[in-house]
């Protein structure tokens, strides 16, 4: 069973004479039921006739019947677990003699697990000061911001300029917009509306040239100079809510203004919290991965790269790219992740090794709250997504999900954590 690199391994396999002889056999019965010959009714041509016409078939058949059978036992003989497909050459099948052949393959690694506890790691716990509270509070505030139709009077800067915008000339397709609301003279409106529109009265019609820049985010707009009318409809300006226990208690289940502000400083810790862990538990794996130098079959690493170039498809069709427009060669992707899927293959075996000797496991009420939020995103009955997801085999995709999440937090727990040093202050 020689080692040829690696996870690969190669075997020599020799098909005694008497199993040929009977899968041969077995063969020929079986065309023999099925053909039909001329001048020799279904099932009653000669098997000498049988043999001879089909000959390539039958060669075909035995083959594929005897050789994964051997190799299987082959291979369990000398307990290797087989991962992929093994790549068959060397075929010797003559008649009247065994059939040989050579298989290489791949096995999964066997390794030793070095020591998981106690790693180090850079981990600060995070903290939320009053201003950055008071900051999300501000930003609450925008968001419930009314906006109020002020008595017929110029714009101003700091208006809210409502307008019915059409254009005339410089895009293919016309760009129209019933009730368009500007805020004249901020960063985030184009200087030329601000320039045009400062001073207008309600009804006040006028023309003007806009340039978009190259990379403009509405594409056809893109570098374009276009020509537009707009007419002013309304002067408007922004009320903010008082920050008060009115406020809080519109928002939700708050009493007081301390009650809301508590209840943001929590969301925020917990925010950052599981930023800082997930960094923490990224420099876990990375330490557990450079601590075990073992190979992993190369089956399992091109599974990893399609994996991953799936899942960045998926983020590009969420952005609204379309995939298909996208031509991969698969060969140059190959060369450029390949050192990245090998690490993620390794970790995700030291994982299962550590959750294995750790007992770390998915309990079924933790799988049933994962299908649960399933449905909810899906607004689906639970019973019919559980349906679905056992049927796609995904419920075991989701407990595995689960285990490791689980094994990466107990990782976490057990590890040294040492604050991140401060940055050194430049001095001049």
């Known amino acids: 069973m020689p080692l040829l690199e690696g996870c690969k391994h190669s075997l020599e396999i020799t098909v005694p004479v008497v199993d040929v002889e009977k899968e041969t056999e077995r063969a020929v019965a079986e065309i023999q039921r099925k053909v039909k010959l001329p001048g020799f009714r279904p099932g009653k041509a000669p098997v000498g006739l049988v043999k001879q016409r089909f000959a390539g078939d039958i060669r075909q058949d035995v083959l594929e019947k005897l050789v994964p059978r051997f190799f299987r036992a082959a291979a369990d003989k000398d307990h290797l677990e087989v991962v992929g497909q093994p790549n068959v050459t060397d075929v010797h099948f003559h008649s009247g003699e065994p059939i040989t052949f050579k298989a290489e393959f791949e096995v999964a690694p066997k390794f030793e697990l070095g020591e998981y506890r106690g790693i180090v790691v850079t981990y600060n ?125 519109d928002l939700g289940d708050y009493q007081t203004v301390f009650e809301l502000k508590e209840a ?53 069709a969420a952005q609204g790219i379309d995939p298909k427009g996208i031509k991969l060669d698969w060969a140059k992707v190959r060369e450029t992740q390949k050192d990245k899927a090998a690490r993620d293959v390794k970790a995700s075996l030291l994982l299962d090794k550590i959750a294995d000797r750790e007992a770390i496991g998915a309990t079924q009420e933790e799988i049933d709250r994962e299908v649960q939020k399933i449905a909810r995103q899906q607004r689906e009955a639970v019973a019919l997504v559980r349906a679905k997801l056992q049927k796609d085999g995904a419920i075991g995709r989701i407990a595995g999900h689960i285990r490791t999440e689980k094994t990466l937090s107990f990782l976490f727990e057990q590890s040294r954590k040492e604050a991140a040093k401060p940055e050194p202050t430049v001095t001049e």
């Open 264 to 316: 943001v400083r929590k969301s925020l810790k917990h925010d950052r919290e599981h930023k800082a862990q997930d960094d923490a538990k990224h420099q876990l794996l990375d330490k557990l991965v450079d601590a075990h130098g073992f190979p992993v079959p190369d089956t399992y690493i091109d599974r990893q790269i399609e994996i991953n170039v799936e899942n960045q498809l998926r983020s590009l």
């Open 125 to 249: 716990e995070p903290e939320v000061s009053d201003a950055e509270v008071d900051a999300r509070i501000e930003e609450i505030r925008e968001q419930k911001a009314e906006y109020v139709n002020e008595d017929p009077r110029p714009v101003v800067d700091g208006d809210y300029a409502v307008v019915s915008l059409e254009s005339l000339s410089g895009v293919a397709e016309k760009v129209s917009q019933d009730e368009l609301m500007l805020k004249i003279g901020d960063d985030a409106t184009m200087k030329e509306f601000s320039e045009n529109l400062r001073g207008a009265s309600p009804d006040d019609t006028r023309e003007f040239d806009v340039t978009y820049p190259e990379d403009y985010d509405r594409k056809p707009l893109a570098g374009k100079t276009v020509r537009f009318k707009a007419t002013l409809k309304a002067v408007r300006r922004k009320e903010l809510p008082e920050v008060n226990d009115e406020f809080a208690k």
